[in-house]
C-alpha cells in the first residue's frame, strides 16, 4: 500500500459499482450508484483532515468528489447516529440505512487499505469500525474511581 501522503492512481468508478453492487445484493448499478452518493456525502460530514484528504486520493474521481464536496459537521456523529442520520436524509429506515452503509463502506474499506482505513476509524468517533466491517476495540474511557 501507498504511504501516507503519496500518490495513488483509484480504481475506476464502474469497479468501485460493480463491487457495491455485489456487496449489496443491489438489482442494478444505479440502485448501487444511489447507495454510493448518499453514504459518501454522509462520510463527507464526518470525515476531516489527512484521512479526507487521503482517502478521496484513493476513490475514483467521481466518488472522491461527493465526499470532498461535503462540508464537515460541526459536531461528529457517533456510528449508530451516523446510521440514523443517512436514513432521515435518504428517506428510509435505519435498517437500509445500515445496509447500503454496510455495503458501500465493504467498497471504501478494500480502497482505502488497512493503513489508512485504520487511521479513519482512529479519528471518527466510536462505532464507525462496525460500519466499515471491523470489530469495534477502543476501550471506553474510564470513569474515576473514588476512595
Do not use: C
Not at 11 to 17: D, E, T, V
Not at 51 to 60: F, G, I, S, Y
Not at 97 to 122: K, T
Amino acid at each position: 500500500m501507498p504511504a501516507h501522503g503519496s500518490i495513488t492512481t483509484a480504481a475506476p468508478y464502474s469497479q468501485m459499482l460493480e463491487r457495491v453492487r455485489y456487496e449489496g445484493a443491489y438489482p442494478t448499478l444505479e440502485r448501487a450508484d444511489e447507495a454510493v452518493q448518499s453514504v459518501l456525502a454522509a462520510l463527507g460530514r464526518q470525515l476531516v483532515g489527512d484521512e479526507r484528504v487521503d482517502l478521496a486520493a484513493r476513490l475514483p474521481v467521481e466518488a472522491a468528489l461527493v465526499l470532498t464536496a461535503q462540508v464537515p459537521a460541526v459536531t461528529p456523529l457517533t456510528g449508530w447516529e451516523f446510521v440514523k442520520d443517512l436514513a432521515q436524509h435518504t428517506g428510509t429506515t435505519p435498517a437500509h440505512a445500515r445496509w447500503n452503509v454496510g455495503s458501500v463502506l465493504a467498497a471504501v474499506s478494500q480502497l482505502a487499505g488497512p493503513e489508512l482505513l485504520d487511521r479513519i476509524i482512529d479519528h471518527l468517533p466510536s462505532g464507525y469500525a462496525l460500519l466499515f466491517g471491523k470489530a469495534e476495540l477502543r476501550q471506553p474511557p474510564r470513569k474515576p474511581t473514588s476512595l
